[in-house]
Nanobody, 121 residues
Framework: QVQLVESGGGLVQAGGSLRLSCAAS????????MGWFRQAPGKEREFVAR????????DYVDSVKGRFTISRDNAKNTVYLQMNSLKREDTAVYYC??????????????WGQGTQVTVSS
């Protein structure tokens, strides 16, 4: 069992930056691939970024490439999402997920409760 708690969301102006954190409980954190998803009002939840258990492999949705960076610290059981050059369309609830990497990408087994990111113009 893994419990995930996100933090770091908030209100930021377009062009600004935020860093989201996701703290995980459980001694098996380092065996899971981790990811970030987001859900904007009236839209389905979408994949944003994922990182392998080792931290060596990462992947991003095209709309955030070059602006967002996912990283992890297995010693701290924490995964991060550094978000730079934020745009209004990045406004969403951001969810942390832990799971397995498969051919199609990250398949979440566990979800956090979400943290709101609002980008104003």
């Amino acid at each position: 069992q893994v419990q995930l708690v996100e933090s770091g969301g908030g209100l930021v102006q377009a062009g600004g930056s935020l860093r989201l954190s996701c703290a995980a409980s459980g001694r098996t954190f380092s065996t899971y691939a981790m990811g970030w998803f987001r859900q904007a009002p009236g839209k389905e939840r979408e994949f944003v970024a994922r990182i392998s258990w080792s931290g060596i492999s990462t992947d991003y949705v095209d709309s955030v490439k070059g602006r967002f960076t996912i990283s992890r610290d297995n010693a701290k059981n924490t995964v991060y999402l550094q978000m730079n050059s934020l745009k209004r369309e990045d406004t969403a609830v951001y969810y942390c997920a832990a799971g397995k990497l498969r051919v199609g990408g990250l398949t979440p087994d566990y979800w956090g409760q979400g943290t709101q990111v609002t980008v104003s113009s």
